[in-house]
């Protein structure tokens, strides 16, 4: 009874959160586009939630967000740092996944501008992917930060993309594409035609290894793609911001090569999954940060697809 | 376990709270590091032990006779290989007549029960599992003379059944019921021979709900898997939605010459499935 009431008092405390909020360090990276460069963790590891890159970007009329961070408070800070940059309401809070790093500060948003709700953007298949998951995220952020998520703390999209779709912050238009399955199956991203600056969520990594939650081959196929975009400005979902591009893209590009031919090689050799991850050397030295909590993951669903290839 | 001690530098009511509740929570997290350290303490387990093995006695495997493989601590909860594998002494006479996998702190305990037959040689069982929580994963060996032996592991993996199926769920659905069947090796009469069994199926827990839509998708898994040899039955498994998406099963048997490989699939929804494999062996 006692808990019971000091989670209720909790809750209130959380709810007056937003008036104390300290607002994110933002980097101004382009002309009207700030961006917010979270730590190289794993979420929730040491309860770290301030993991993801997170950004806005200022038009004549409103401001657009480009994901909300890995909890409650994170979104919280996030909306204060867009009050201190521009007086201008936020009409479009876009998410780029449906990962946890990146969407659970959605509920900040709900009413951030003066009572009327922004527009909730992302793929069409991300209420479900996130819908599936925010049971598992919550009981993660409870367990490892003592932090309640609130049932209604994930707005549902109110514009789901399938495809190519603009959107426009008065003299500043956005163009979102949603893309078939890659890094996840509800991967976005977010190019500003005035500063050719592109948000690629978690479709590219810099530094953080990338984690596979979707389709090896669909991922190599989108980056592909992707590279043939001009870009001046590339905002990966971890790690530093570049102008290099496709530059930024090809250590990932290797890696995910690597890691089809390591796992088509184990499957031709018919070594088990457990063989395969046992094996397995984990990477160090190169590029990648947290080599050591995500390569295995990555071995295990790159096995389980291409097992099935033909 | 891992756990962190909240950090409880003060600054401010709230944060106080905070730490009074994280504190609360730190002391709940010991609680269940001391069942962690005492497998048998396990509430799951005490039940599944009474309904399953009525109250006879299970006994620790010695060394050797059952190994239970499993990681420490799970790459992707939602796929975690885990082998199971006895051997009896040269000499004994009694077999390996069932294998049974029990999660503990996953919604469904008992993930598995496979049967096997004599003259397959020693009982070998690999496959994959969902693991939700942070459990004790239990193999409990049931000897042909009705004695019982159990090895026990601990791992750490979360969210693996409430996870939704499959990277690409609507993917998933096309291919549901392909099956592949192939065995590694050349068939020579009287040795062992691992076979290798895939399902394509989503095997829904019913455990993941769209928090937006409050809808849950059903379960729908393979539950039953029968396995024969020139006729023979081999082995059969019972299984639940604790097996991973795509149900993967590797075992042995002991061909005496040749025959068909023949494996029968049946789901919850009463769909069923076959893969047969023609073996012939090897020209000398």
């Known amino acids: ?310 | 376990m891992h756990i962190t001690r909240p950090n409880c530098g003060l600054k401010g009511l709230a944060k106080h709270a905070a730490c009074v509740l994280a504190a609360l929570l730190f002391t709940s997290a010991q609680a269940q590091l001391k069942t962690a350290d005492n497998p048998e303490a396990s509430p799951n387990w005490q039940k599944v032990k009474a309904s399953l093995f009525k109250g006879r006695s299970i006994a620790a495997a010695p060394a050797g006779m059952l190994d239970l493989e499993i990681p420490q601590r799970a790459a992707d909860a939602a796929v975690v290989p885990v082998a199971m594998r006895t051997r009896l002494a040269a000499g004994d006479s009694r077999y390996v007549k069932r294998l049974t996998l029990v999660i503990d702190s996953n919604p469904s305990v008992v993930a598995a029960v496979f049967d096997f037959t004599p003259g397959n040689g020693n009982a070998e069982i690999e496959t994959r599992v969902r693991i939700d929580e942070y459990t004790h994963v239990r193999a409990i060996a049931e000897l042909s003379d009705g004695q019982l032996f159990m090895s026990t592991r601990h791992i750490k993996a979360s969210g693996g059944c409430s996870a939704p199926a499959g990277k690409d769920p609507a993917e998933a659905l096309v291919n549901l019921g392909k099956m592949r069947l192939r065995v590694d090796g050349d068939l020579r009469p009287g040795q062992p021979l691992l076979a290798q069994l895939m399902i394509n199926h989503p095997n829904h827990s019913g455990m993941a709900m769209d928090q937006m839509s409050r809808q849950f998708t059903p379960a729908h898994f393979v539950r039953q898997v029968n396995v024969s040899y020139a006729g023979k039955p081999v082995m059969s498994a019972e299984l639940d939605f604790s097996i991973s998406e795509n149900p993967n099963l590797r075992f042995r048997f002991v061909p005496r010459g040749p025959g068909e490989l023949k494996v029968e699939a049946l789901d919850s929804q009463e769909q069923r499935f076959e893969s047969v494999l023609v073996l012939a062996p090897a020209a000398s």
């Open chain 1, 1 to 310: 009874m006692a808990l019971r009431m000091l989670l209720a008092w909790m809750t209130a405390s959380a709810l007056a959160a937003p008036a104390v909020a300290a607002p994110l360090a933002m980097q101004q990276v382009a002309p009207g586009v700030f961006v917010h460069q979270g730590q190289q963790q794993a979420w929730m590891e040491a309860q770290a939630d301030d993991v993801a890159n997170l950004a806005f970007i200022v038009g004549d009329r409103c401001v657009a967000v480009v994901d909300t961070g890995g909890s409650p408070a994170i979104g919280q800070r996030l909306l204060a740092a867009v009050a201190q940059a521009t007086p201008l309401p936020v009409c479009f809070v876009i998410s780029t996944h449906a990962h946890p790093d990146h969407v659970l500060g959605l509920g900040a948003f709900a009413a951030a501008s003066g009572g009327a709700a922004p527009q909730f953007v992302a793929h069409a298949r991300f209420a479900a992917a996130a819908g599936a998951r925010q049971h598992n995220w919550a009981h993660a952020l409870q367990r490892d930060a003592g932090i309640t998520l609130q049932p209604q703390a994930l707005a549902a999209p109110s514009l789901a993309v399938t495809g190519a779709m603009e959107i426009d912050l008065g003299g500043r238009k956005l163009a979102l594409r949603a893309w078939p399955t890659g890094h996840t199956d509800s991967d976005l991203t977010v190019l500003d035609q005035q500063t050719r600056s592109l948000f690629l969520g978690d479709l590219v990594f810099a530094g953080h290894m990338p984690v596979l939650d979707g389709k090896l081959k669909g991922w190599l196929a989108v980056l592909a793609e992707l590279q043939r975009m001009d870009v001046a400005l590339a905002i990966p979902g971890h790690g530093a911001p570049a102008r290099d591009w496709p530059g930024l893209l090809a250590d990932q590009q290797a890696y995910l090569e690597t890691l089809q031919r390591d796992v088509r090689k184990a499957l031709r050799e018919r070594r088990s999954l457990a063989q395969t991850l046992q094996d397995a050397p984990v990477p160090g030295g190169g590029p990648w940060l947290l080599a050591e909590h995500f390569h295995r993951r990555n071995l295990t669903a790159a096995y389980a697809e291409l097992e099935w290839e033909d």
